[in-house]
């Protein structure tokens, strides 16, 4: 054998090494962004469901204040109502392939329920995003496209609540 040859075919091993670590490489970097995304995903529902806190401390102390005058008000049972009081989202798969049931579980109404794709360029994706009224225990239905090479995971619902009228929004994860 020819030196050629022995130096041609430690470049193509060395090629085909090359490929597969770069291909392994490839595949933990894909892992790490999901890792990421799912990361992400979960700071922004804690920074919302602390605001949403906040926002529901204020407003069960308005209503204490507006009922603080009348006779017989258990305050502290106003004040664990109004605390309490949202919109809750649960999504449950359906046995028909790619639909979907968003079930309102919190103790609210939500008004105007639009569902749209995270993230928006999977738009295509999603049939149907507008859900009407859902009051609490109501559900809506849609449903996503059956393509193969690409299916959406999360979703992001936006609403206003029956009892305040704020604008509210939130991300889930498909089952």
Known sequence: MALSDILAALGLAGGVIGFFVALAARKKADESESAANDARAD???ALWRSADSGERIAEAVERMAAVASEPDVDLVRVYEA??????EWAIEERTDAHSYRLRNVGN???EDVQISAVPSEHAALLVGGSLG???A??????????RLT?????IAVSWSEADTGQ??????TLP
Not at 82 to 87: E, I, R, S
Not at 137 to 146: H, K, Y
Not at 167 to 172: F, G, I, K
Request: hydrophobic letters at 50%; aromatic letters at 2%.
């Open 133 to 135: 009224n859902l009051d």
């Open 82 to 87: 109004a605390l309490n009081a949202k919109v």
């Open 43 to 45: 700071a922004a529902a």
């Open 108 to 110: 609210v109404g939500a």
């Open 167 to 172: 604008q509210m929004s939130a991300e889930l």
């Open 137 to 146: 225990g109501q559900a809506g239905v849609f449903q996503t496209s059956p």
């Open 150 to 154: 690409l299916s959406l995971r999360r």
